[in-house]
């Protein structure tokens, strides 16, 4: 299994463009998640979904788009980027089923920057 | 609402020495926890998570952590430091009991590790 995948590693934009990070996780999880860590602010989830065609906001969702059309794809939308959207992106997923305890699972990560 | 508070952003410790990382929630209803390991420029990988059962939990590479619902605590501590575990290192509380999957991170805590 690859586990949790992300795509692309590293990202530079220009304010005002738009682009899509990618997750996918071949463990037919249920939850995906996406997070946004910063220095010293831990990592803050963005938005969720608990399957296909289910997604809901998290703590910081501004700016931000995401669909579920598949279990294991998840992807993140960025409509305008902005300066304030630098940071690293973490996907997770988990299974929610019976026993489960929601251990999440996480990708190595996308380094973006907005200039 | 739950939340982590882990006490002490930075911790410097002797390689050798021991290492304890605090980590105190806040839950409604009994909750999960969990201890993620960050090494530099990677993705979180679980250390350990306590789901009701054992009270003392044994992780990965030497970590083990303890329930204690009096203090609210979840400290994470390992008898002797080595040098690759310098790393960051997040807790994480969920609350299965009220239907809730989402893990809320503490900030944070790096620890250095001195030769």
């Known amino acids: 299994n690859a586990g949790v995948t992300q795509t692309p590693k590293f990202q530079v934009l220009k304010t005002g463009q738009s682009m899509t990070l990618q997750c996918a996780q071949d463990m037919n999880h249920e939850y995906m998640s996406w997070y946004r860590q910063d220095p010293g602010m831990g990592l803050r989830l963005i938005h969720y979904?608990?399957?296909?065609?289910?997604?809901d906001q998290g703590e910081v969702p501004n700016g931000y788009n995401v669909s579920r059309s598949t279990t294991e794809d998840f992807p993140l939308r960025l409509l305008s980027a902005a300066p304030s959207q630098t940071s690293v992106y973490f996907c997770?997923?988990?299974?929610?089923?019976?026993?489960?305890?929601?251990?999440?699972?996480f990708g190595p990560g996308t380094r973006l920057t907005v200039t | 609402a739950q939340s982590v508070t882990q006490l002490g952003s930075h911790v410097s410790v002797s390689e050798g020495a021991l290492v304890l990382l605090r980590c105190n929630y806040s839950?409604?209803?009994?909750?999960?926890l969990f201890w993620y390991v960050q090494y530099p420029n990677q993705g979180l990988q679980l250390l350990l998570k306590y789901t009701s059962a054992a009270t003392l939990v044994k992780g990965i590479n030497g970590f083990e952590a303890e329930f204690k619902k009096s203090e609210t605590s979840f400290h994470l501590t390992k008898p002797s430091a080595h040098m690759s575990d310098a790393a960051e290192y997040f807790c994480a509380v969920s609350d299965p009991g009220a239907g809730s999957y989402q893990l809320t991170f503490g900030k944070g805590t790096k620890l250095s590790v001195i030769p």
């Open positions: 979904s608990v399957g296909a065609g289910i997604t």
């Open positions: 997770a997923s988990s299974y929610l089923g019976r026993g489960s305890s929601y251990e999440q699972y």
């Open positions: 839950s409604s209803v009994p909750p999960y």
